[in-house]
């Protein structure tokens, strides 16, 4: 497979159907629809989006049949990204190279654009014009475990100990709840909202479960290496933003060469949770690599 | 009947299914589920949940069958009163005599304590252990709805206009605008959710949702009228915060004897809208007058 093209051809899956499941920029009023797509239209790669449809297709879905459920995801990781970059909570001016939502429309603007995000993603999960091959009972049982995911005990609880946790000493424990939380739950929730849709049966679901808990940490770690790296290469010295800000990260707590082995355990083991599926479980298997080579 | 006793009934067992349904304090992270419960449980009146709990009963169905509606209704209006609450939105130290969440928790706090109650209220909607007596099919057309009037067409979309018009000379369909959809579409919706789990035949919808939109500007108004005849008793003079602010309001466009002649029209229509309706109705009656009488 051209796993290059895989991804280029499911990334523009979603732009499209994120296109028109958010109304254009000139609805009224204007600065909301606005703020929501130059987020949403950021560069994202749809890391998320892009695991529910691989996950549907491990299991011989069809990646079409889930476009909603991975928009929603995506949307979900979008309101969280525009209220992490806040003053208030992360204060970053830029991401992905571009001003942040706040530096652009304002932090009330950016605020609201966050809340409106995440309740469009529930209304697209609930909205009769979609997924009608779907069962109604399967249906709610995915905005539960998406509404769990996204929530206190997932990406909200996460997020709320990253907060606490500036600063201060963190122990390998309470990172591991953070990591787990913050990016974790949601990343699990992709691939298990995908299998379901395609059915998956009990020891699939436990396997790819069991992938994406490991893809999960081993993304966050590679995010924590890249922000020292990254900086390192700018600025010349092994201190990153994270550093700067008394974050808690994997490679401060263990070391990087530490670090680095772990994320390749953790492919390791992600890879081994996916044995017993054929070629169909190509991508899953590639999307695992590219994360521990940091290409996400 | 009693009405007073009603409403404190009706309130009691919301806030015992509100309790039930938020993790307790003690739950870690703590600070989260501190601040949640600090909004939460603030001393509002429960008027949405109140509302869903009387169109049920104007129907023939119980109170108690639609709690978890009722609930995340409340838990939807408390997260967007944090975020309106926010220095970057309204900048308000002060709701309901007590300091606002952002004041005692911090800003990241109370933004994430908002995100965690609207996610929670969609977990509320789908969870499989309540509501077990719904269909499935209505419970996903409820969460759609719900979102529906809590999103950019809804409660967001007129947040954004509200904030958008400060300082600004706004004509009256602006100012409809921005009433229909801030507080308007979640007390329709309200009404719509318990009439909807009543099993609600078409009239008595359409009924109930045209005494819904009558009630929902009756309330935007008398909340107007008393912002600025609170502040006059308090410091001697016809200027209240709204006014201070800039803000768009009914008696500021019309003046307050035309505001008060209006409220009045709005409730006389909302009663006449439930002339079919028998004695099951009465609750509703009453909080209609209760409205305009602006002790909601």
């Known amino acids: 497979m ?31 629809f606005q703020a929501v797509r130059y987020s949403l239209f950021a560069g994202g790669k749809r890391l998320r989006p892009i695991l529910c449809m691989a996950a549907t297709e491990a299991l011989g879905g069809s990646a079409d ?12 990781h979008t309101y969280s990204l525009i209220h992490d970059d806040l003053p ?5 001016d ?6 942040t939502n706040h530096k652009i429309f304002g932090e009330s603007i950016a605020i609201l654009a966050g ?8 209304r697209l999960l609930a909205n009769p014009d979609h997924l009608k091959n779907i069962d109604a009972a399967k249906r709610l049982d995915l905005i539960h475990d998406i509404s769990e995911a996204a929530g206190f005990f997932g990406m909200v609880g996460g997020q709320v100990m990253d907060v606490q946790s500036e600063g201060k000493e ?4 309470t990172l591991h709840y953070i990591h787990s939380r913050k990016t974790g739950a949601m990343i699990v929730t992709s691939i298990r909202s995908g299998a379901v849709l395609a059915g998956g049966k009990p020891s699939e679901m436990e396997a790819l479960i069991r992938y994406a808990t490991q893809i999960g940490l081993a993304f966050q770690i590679a995010d924590d290496i890249l922000n020292i790296e990254g900086e390192e290469k700018r600025i010349g ?8 800000r008394g974050k808690a990260t994997y490679p401060a707590l263990v070391g990087i060469e530490e670090s680095r082995k ?7 083991e992600a890879l081994s949770a996916l044995v017993s599926f054929d070629e169909k479980a190509e991508p899953l298997r590639r999307i695992a690599r590219h994360i521990v080579e940091r290409d996400f």
């Open 94 to 99: 830029y991401r992905r190279g571009i001003l």
């Open 237 to 244: 010295k092994s201190t990153g933003t994270d550093r700067t």
């Open 65 to 76: 049949d889930v476009l909603p459920v991975a928009c929603a995801l995506e949307m979900i």
């Open 115 to 122: 809340d409106a995000l995440l309740t469009e993603a529930f």
């Open 88 to 92: 208030a909570i992360d204060n970053d």
């Open 262 to 268: 772990k994320g390749r355990e953790l492919l390791d």
């Open 170 to 173: 963190v122990d390998l424990a």
């Open 2 to 32: 051209n796993f290059d093209s895989y991804l280029s051809d499911r990334k523009k899956r979603v732009d499209m159907a994120l296109r028109e499941y958010i109304p254009p920029e000139h609805t009224y009023p204007t600065i909301i």
